[in-house]
């Protein structure tokens, strides 16, 4: 038996176990001359047209639910629901050299969605057909997500698959464009933008104050136990991994596709090893169910409570320089 079998039995086995020990692996105005500007604006208004005719196809009683209401950024909605990752990195180029924050910060997130499978397409392969060929239900959710990841991603091949210096020199083009995600997510990664007690605190204040779910979610693991006897987040939601997950459920509340099939649960379950046993259930649904106690829940549903209703006023609204 090979060391690769050997992985994918040690994973199931730990999936049956029902690890309790969480790491996700996740877990998102352009800048540039006025030319490229108005055709990145053009071209988003595309994937929008694009976006209104998927939703004209759904059933009537499906229309209202086919993407949360927060998120109306139209390249956001297309990441999720992109069949073809590859083609779709190819529309977002153009505007990520013109400029475009979110096309160069979806960039990065099409990027570490696909580099698992990039690094070693028949790999992957081999290993899915593997756990398809297992009859258990662990099994099956893990297969269900990897097998989202190989359709998706399916054009991609090992010269795709980013390094981490790579996947940080991304995000901080995309950061340096306005894109607070990124900055989130340099930050989580270990590698902000500035690395100082001031700018952390602003940074996790900015980030409540958007409201922006992609923000939320890549700023979650910084908010975990990474945060821990951090004193510049001695006030903020932070220092436990029931932090992390309040992040993250907030990010849902706020408009995170946190379905079955979104970004968020098949990087969990594909990258992370942590797979729901219903494969209909959502992200919150997940977390109550199998990550925490009762009692746990509740501390997470306060914390989450905070983060969404009670966000500070933007320093930059008050006077104050936040970079």
């Not at 932090?243 to 098949?266: F, K, R, V, Y």
Request: glycine content about 8%; overall charge negative; charged content about 25%.
């Amino acid at each position: 038996m090979t060391v690769r079998v050997f992985t994918v039995i040690a994973l199931l086995g730990a999936l049956l176990a029902a690890v309790a020990i969480w790491r996700p692996v996740v877990p998102g105005a352009g800048v540039g001359d006025s030319d490229a500007a108005w055709n990145a604006d053009a071209d988003h208004r595309g994937f929008a047209d694009t976006s209104a005719l998927y939703v004209a196809t759904l059933p009537r009683a499906d229309r209202a639910g086919a993407w949360p209401a927060a998120v109306t950024r139209p390249l956001h909605r297309a990441f999720e629901q992109a069949d073809d990752l590859f083609a779709f990195r190819q529309q977002l180029q153009p505007l990520a050299d013109a400029g475009d924050a979110d096309a160069r910060w979806l960039l990065s997130r099409v990027d570490e969605y696909c580099a698992g499978f990039a690094r070693d397409p028949a790999g992957f392969a081999r290993d899915s057909a593997l756990i398809d060929g297992m009859q258990l239900d662990a099994a099956r959710a893990l297969g269900a997500a990897r097998g989202r990841i190989g359709t998706r991603c399916g054009r991609f091949v090992p010269g795709d698959a980013p390094t981490f210096v790579q996947l940080v020199a991304q995000r901080q083009d995309a950061a340096e464009a306005g894109s607070l995600s990124a900055e989130a997510a340099l930050l989580a990664m270990g590698a902000p933008l500035q690395d100082d007690m001031d700018y952390r605190r602003d940074l996790v204040e900015r980030v409540q104050a958007s409201r922006d779910p992609e923000a939320f979610v890549a700023l979650s693991p910084a908010m975990g136990v990474a945060a821990s006897g951090d004193v510049a987040l001695t006030d903020a939601v932070a220092g436990t991994q029931a932090s992390e997950l309040a992040w993250q459920l907030a990010a849902c509340d706020l408009g995170l596709d946190c379905s079955a099939n979104g970004a968020l649960m098949t990087e969990y379950c594909a990258n992370g090893g942590i797979c729901a046993r219903d494969a209909r259930q959502d992200f919150s649904a997940f977390v109550r169910d199998a990550a925490v106690p009762r009692q746990g829940a509740e501390e997470i549903d306060r914390m989450k409570k905070t983060l969404v209703e009670d966000a500070p006023a933007p320093r930059q609204l008050l006077g104050m320089v936040t970079r």
